[in-house]
């Protein structure tokens, strides 16, 4: 089976599937009793049902990915749900880690608008979404389909390798990294759905810019909630 969007391959999910196998045919052929034999076919039953469900899945999400969202109700939408998908993974992450014992629970919050001047605000809001986009996910991933390749294994590839690095340059804990690291993914899926995988980039870069400055005006809502949630 081969996926096609718009007039290029894309992906042939068959044939990892078909390499998979092959590794559990040398691995009968080269451990050949009874107990192996079990092993083997329960192990072949597993990937094929994996392997079924993996291709679904990722033949689902392409096309997904591969339909434009159109007008400014779908993309305020998509903007919108985005964003607080991000806030609220990064919220489940931190009190889960807090919920394990790694991170210890804060008795005290204080109102972020004492600790952030009007020009850090603007930063958060306005400066740093636009700068950030341009860099982890407008540049790399328009000059990737524009001019190298549409294949999602290489797209999802350096979306998902620019989210790390995302996070790396946050002079965050590591805990902290990591909910920046899932924003940056789920950015940049919003990119490809809202025209980057259309090369439609301009109304992309304007889609991820937005939800990211959402995904902190978000954040800095939900802080001041807690500061009066504490305060009362």
Avoid at 2 to 25: H, I, K, M, Q
Avoid at 182 to 210: E, N, P, Q, Y
Wanted: charged share 15%.
């Amino acid at each position: 089976m081969t996926l096609v969007v718009s007039d290029t391959e894309v992906y042939r999910p068959s044939r990892s599937r078909e390499r998979a196998a092959d590794g559990l045919f040398m691995f009968r052929d080269l451990v050949d009793t009874p107990i192996s034999s079990c092993y083997y076919h329960a192990l072949l039953g597993f990937h094929n049902v994996l392997s079924i469900l993996f291709e679904e899945d990722i033949v689902s999400m392409v096309q997904w990915l591969s339909e434009d969202a159109q007008g400014w109700k779908a993309l305020a939408g998509y903007i919108f749900l985005a964003a607080l998908i991000c806030l609220s993974l990064q919220l489940v992450v931190g009190t889960a880690l807090q919920n394990w014992g790694y991170l210890p629970y804060e008795e005290t919050h204080g109102s972020p608008f004492a600790r952030l001047n009007g020009f850090e605000l603007f930063e958060m809001w306005a400066l740093w979404p636009v700068m950030e986009e341009l860099l982890f996910r407008v540049l790399p991933l328009s000059i990737l389909i524009a001019f190298i390749s549409r294949n999602p294994k290489i797209v999802f590839g350096v979306m998902l390798s620019f989210a790390v690095l995302f996070a790396a340059i946050h002079p965050y804990e590591m805990y902290c990294k990591i909910q920046v690291g899932i924003t940056g993914s789920l950015l940049g899926l919003l990119f490809l759905k809202c025209g980057g995988l259309s090369r439609k980039f301009m109304k992309a870069a304007v889609c991820s810019m937005a939800a990211h400055s959402l995904v902190n005006v978000f954040l800095v809502l939900y802080l001041y909630w807690k500061y009066l949630e504490f305060k009362t």
